[in-house]
């Protein structure tokens, strides 16, 4: 919780991203807790959000067999940066955006394909 704000309830935690809270706390607040909370409530008719939930579960938590955890397909600790924040370590991609922003720039506006294609291999040759 920020610094003079209110506490709001147990809902509050939900709304932290989380990529800035411990591993631990993601695994026994968010997967044990509230994520379980949050399947019970989305009915299965609710397709879209069921299936989102699902995809999400296997994605990025990992999914509940029993008493184990099937490992996710980017595990927690993969795109968790709680203790890189700790470190003082880089957490965003500004070397890709700075990348993209220059590649958009060297395009004129609403370039065709065929332009796109002619600067990225021009680009691709120096």
């Known amino acids: ?3 003079g704000e209110k506490n709001r309830g147990p ?4 709304t932290v991203p989380l990529s800035f809270i411990q591993v631990r706390s993601v695994y026994e607040n968010v997967i044990m807790v509230q994520y379980e909370k949050l399947k019970k409530v989305v009915v299965e008719d609710s397709e879209g959000i069921f299936g989102f939930l699902q995809y999400f579960e296997r994605t990025y938590l990992g999914r509940k067999l029993g008493q184990s955890l099937k490992k996710a397909r980017f595990p927690i600790p993969t795109w968790n940066h709680y203790d890189s924040i700790l470190e003082g370590a880089s957490v965003t991609n500004n070397v890709s955006e700075g990348s993209n922003s220059a590649w958009v720039q060297s395009l004129p506006t609403n370039a065709s394909l065929w332009t796109v294609l002619a600067t990225f291999r021009q680009v691709r040759l120096h």
């Open 1 to 3: 919780m920020v610094s």
């Open 11 to 14: 809902q509050s935690h939900a």
